[in-house]
C-alpha cells in the first residue's frame, strides 16, 4: 500500500524559511518520479517541483525557481522542499506525488502560511 506523508508546513512571516518532507512507503522510491504541487484557497491544485528517478533534471515552476529546491533521499525513502524568501502567495496547501507504472499517487498534504 503506497503511502505518502508530508510534514513540515507551518506558519511563516515573508522572506522566511521552511522545509518540507514527504516520507514515502509501500512502493520502490528509487524508480518513481518525485514531485510537490500545492493548492491554495480557491484555486486549483498546481506544479511547484518534480524530481525523476536518479535525481537529475529537476523541474521548477517559474514563480519558484531559485527560491525553491527540491531533493531526494533514495536511501530514506524521503522527498524534501526547502523554500527560500517565502512569499504570501506561496500559502497553500503543499502536496506529495509519486509517479510511476503509469499512475499517480498523493499524499494528504501539509499547510503553509506566509503571512506577518
Known amino acids: 500500500q503506497v503511502q505518502l506523508v508530508e510534514s513540515g508546513g507551518g506558519l511563516v512571516q515573508p522572506g522566511g524559511s521552511l522545509r518540507l518532507s514527504c516520507a514515502a512507503s509501500?512502493?520502490?522510491?528509487?524508480?518513481?518520479?518525485m514531485s510537490w504541487y500545492r493548492q491554495a484557497p480557491g484555486k486549483g491544485r498546481e506544479h511547484v517541483a518534480t524530481?525523476?528517478?536518479?535525481?537529475?533534471?529537476?523541474i521548477y515552476k517559474n514563480s519558484v525557481m531559485g527560491r525553491f529546491t527540491i531533493s531526494r533521499d533514495d536511501a530514506k525513502n524521503t522527498l524534501d522542499l526547502r523554500m527560500n524568501s517565502l512569499k504570501p502567495e506561496d500559502t497553500a496547501v503543499y502536496y506529495c506525488?509519486?509517479?510511476?507504472?503509469?499512475?499517480?499517487?498523493w499524499g494528504r498534504g501539509t499547510q503553509v502560511t506566509v503571512s506577518s
Open positions: 506525488k509519486a509517479s510511476y507504472s503509469g499512475r499517480d499517487y
Open positions: 509501500g512502493f520502490t522510491f528509487s524508480i518513481a518520479a
Open positions: 524530481v525523476p528517478s536518479g535525481g537529475e533534471a529537476k
